[in-house]
């Protein structure tokens, strides 16, 4: 798992998602209750933005055909969405937010 | 007494708040907040309702067209009355009734006493004898077949439970403004372990409370229960509004059986926009057997969310598109749990210069070992001028499953007529022979009268004389 | 979201091409303006805008090394043949991208960077294949150009070979273009076998005359992230087109194929076999369309994909489309995709057969049917063993 610093923490705000892209993939950051969380920007359904939908609690809308998911967990909790959403480590370090992701294996053929 | 609360939406309003009894209620024509109030308060709905309309109607406003699909340029929303109340529709008389929708009837057997209603010239069907006696024998089986509105009042906590939850407004721009306007459809819940013998239809597809052009519709079958509901009718269905845009939402428990049969002949005027998705638990079966014949544009593709283990899905649809006509349809298997499956069987017919689309897709999520899918869907293209699109989707994200997907489009057999007329039959008789058994699939799962109508319909179809 | 992420100027442009004919500036200049205007193709699956091809760099140019060529046949480096003012390059050089233009097309027309062009002369039926190698050396750009022209009566094979030295991290801005002139056939091999962190775009476009004839026959093993889409026109009355297209991701892979066959002459037949082996958590979107227009009477196009996933975690996305305007034709498609059956599996391993050669035996029995098909027994060979070598456990 590497960490990438996707932004400041000052920068996340409650019901405000961020969007950024941590080793090559768009990810949302969202603050609830006080804590940063991120998932996966792109939802599971049909590749929206999530960062463009609607925040209620800890609950994102995804604002193309209304799925929901569960900030915390990625997971789906309503229709049409069916499929969690990664979620990635969060660090805060420094006043800087570090977001996990997976890195590529070393991949060369001959 | 409280004060008056402003409608001016309502052309006339004689009556105080919570009387529902007002003698004509049309909304005006367009949409705006006003209007979703009005119809609303008509309704006498509790607050939830309301709040649940409004924000619909933020949506509605919110959401672009569609840029796929058919062509939707020829809607005009501020044309449209969104809420006509339904002993008030405006009717003709029997002669202004055209005289090709009067022939129809007549060559598909249409009974007398339903003609008239319609062709837009009766509001009610006139025997209540008969309805009642079916709901009678219902209720004894604890069945409840309702009318939606009914539904939402004489058993709130059920409709709750359940509304929107399988169709969000945010899922398309029409589900969202059906989700706003929405007035009439069916309310049907099923107990546990109970099956209902016979079809429920929609009173017999002439209650004017079930049909509508925003109709809503909720089904509930619980565990271990069945039932097979049939709406629509083969006979033309002359409205006076173009656009139809229904939403339709199913939820099936675990063990249950569920089949929902429509034949659907818009006139040629209709926009026929529906959203129609099922959700299947453990065990559960649910089918769609679907024929759209008719309107200008349809578009619908009916979807089973296969949530639990074991799950069936089974959609079996037809499409017949003449000049001027273009049916976009199709269906949506979504696999989300193990050893579930699906079959979609699609038969297209584009004739006259008629434009078919068949648009599926199956999806197959990460845990779902065991699926399976198989979809055919097969177009005959008549003549020149015709056309044939189909746009299928697989998403495999599970590699213990097995997807099979055949498609074909080709023109009548040529080796099929000749035999057939070498047999004495006139070309007319062989190409109406040749597409029964291209139908044949789907006509052999209609309850019988349908059966009767939809192979009276095609011999029309392919004289032409039919709308 | 579509955006354009040009910062060219003219100015550079003018200077990268300093050294080629007036037709070319200008062709390069009304390229570059048109990549301004183009929204870059949204594709939902295959997050464009994060790959090294849409880079608005002038690209360097790759080597290209070339085999034998024969008495009929001109195969030469493509910044020669522009410099000697070969015949055909300014009559077909990106004409065949007009239509359905992108951004990242205009921006390869814009700046491409060598290549090859081929050219077989009227009636030559050349006796044995044309080989180039394409290869990416020291750089992060590249943007090759390949130019196939036979003229009337003309036969030949191609084979072309993309790869490049090991750890190249590259991104590819390519394009081929075929032009098949009445009776001509051409068998166009290529083996795509990048390094394993190269981002390669690389469309492909053909035009077919009267009763010509073209086999694409693809394998695709290579690059980290792979999008191709290959578009044949099959103008010319009796004209057929075919494709053989094999591909293999694995590991982290990320393909997205699509393969369009667009009838307007009468009598045309298009047939399109694509097999596909996923393992790891490789992901292939691959599309296909034969698109039959009003008046190509008596078309026939047909496709057949399959695909066979050897993991849990690949991902495959099939959407095999037809779109039929004209009713006197035959159209279908089939399309499958499933595991290796583990009753194969056990009956290998009961007779001693280790896990990896019973799945290398697996895929050879999916491509079989495929690989029967190609008429050159050396690309056969080939392709199957570039496929049995990628198998793991």
Known sequence: MEFALVAKDEEVQEGRPLRRVAGGVPVALFRVDGQVYCIDDTCSHAYASLSEGKVHGRIVTCPLHGGQFDIPTGRPVHLPVVEAVTVHPVRVEAGNILVGYEADEDEDYD | MSQRPDITGVEEYQYGFHDRDISVFRTEKGLTRKVVEAISAMKGEPAWMRDFRLHSLEVYEQKPMPTWGGDLSGLNFDEITYYVRPTDEKGRTWDEVPQEIKDTFEKLGIPEAERKFLAGVSAQYDSEVVYHNIRADLEAMGIVFLDTDSALKEYPDLFREYFGTVVPPEDNKFAALNSAVWSGGSFIYVPKGVEAKVPLQAYFRINASQMGQFERTLIIVDEEAMVHYVEGCTAPIYTESSLHSAVVEIVVKKGGRCRYTTIQNWAPNVFNLVTKRAVAHERATMEWIDGNIGSQLTMKYPSVYMVGEGAHAHVLSIAVAGKGQHQDAGAKAMHLAPNTTSTIISKSISRGGGKTTYRGLVHFGKNVKGSKAKVNCDTLIFDDGSQADTVPTNEVLDNRVTMEHEATVSRVSEEQLFYLRSRGLTEEEATRMIVMGFIEPFTKELPMEYAVEMNRLIKLEMVGSVG | ?393
């Not at chain 3, 693809?218 to 999008?227: F, I, M, N, S, T």
């Not at chain 3, 982290?252 to 393992?279: C, K, N, P, Y």
């Not at chain 3, 399309?335 to 007779?351: F, K, L, N, T, W």
Request: proline residues 4%; charged residues 20%.
């Open chain 3, 1 to 393: 979201m579509a955006h354009t992420l040009v910062d060219l100027t003219p100015e550079q442009i003018a200077a990268f091409a300093a050294n080629e004919p007036s037709w070319l500036q200008e062709r390069r200049l009304g390229a570059l303006g048109a990549a301004h205007d183009l929204p870059l193709a949204h594709r939902k699956q295959t997050p464009l805008e994060a790959a090294g091809f849409t880079l608005p760099a002038l690209p360097q140019t790759a080597s290209v090394t070339v085999g034998d060529v024969h008495d009929g046949a001109e195969v030469m480096e493509l910044t020669q043949a522009i410099a000697e003012g070969t015949a055909d390059l300014e009559r077909h050089l990106g004409r065949l991208f007009s239509e359905g233009q992108d951004h990242l097309h205009a921006l390869h027309l814009a700046t491409f960077a060598g290549g090859v062009l081929c050219r077989v002369k009227r009636g030559r039926e050349l006796a044995s294949p044309l080989q180039v190698s394409i290869g990416l050396q020291g750089g992060s750009l590249f943007a090759p150009h390949v130019l196939v022209v036979l003229e009337e009566g003309a036969r030949a094979d191609l084979i072309v070979e993309l790869q490049g030295e090991a750890g190249s991290e590259a991104a590819v801005r390519g394009a081929v273009e075929i032009v098949l002139g009445d009776g001509a056939a051409l068998n166009y091999t290529e083996f795509q076998r990048l390094p394993g962190r190269v981002q390669a775009y690389w469309p492909r476009r053909a035009e077919l005359g009267r009763d010509a004839r073209l086999q694409w026959i693809l394998a695709d093993v290579g690059a980290r992230l792979a999008v191709s889409d290959t578009r044949t026109y099959l103008r010319g009355a009796g004209s057929e087109a075919r494709v053989l297209a094999s591909f293999f991701g694995g590991r982290r892979q990320h393909f997205e194929f699509s393969h369009v066959m667009v009838h307007e002459g009468a009598h045309s037949t298009s047939d399109i076999e694509a097999r596909g082996v996923l393992q790891g958590k490789a992901r292939a979107i691959y599309s296909a369309n034969s698109v039959i227009r009003k008046n190509a009477k008596n078309a026939s196009g047909w496709q057949h994909e399959h695909t066979l996933m050897l993991s849990e975690e690949a991902r495959a996305d099939l959407i095999p489309e037809l779109e039929i305007s004209e009713w006197e034709v035959s159209a279908g498609h089939a399309a499958s995709a499933g595991p290796v059956d583990p009753m194969q599996i056990y009956y290998m391993e009961s007779r001693g057969i280790t896990p990896v050669e019973s799945r290398r035996l697996i895929v050879a029995g999916f491509l079989a049917s495929l690989l029967a098909d190609i008429p050159l027994r050396d690309v056969r060979e080939q392709i199957a063993d570039i496929f049995l070598e990628k198998v793991e456990l």
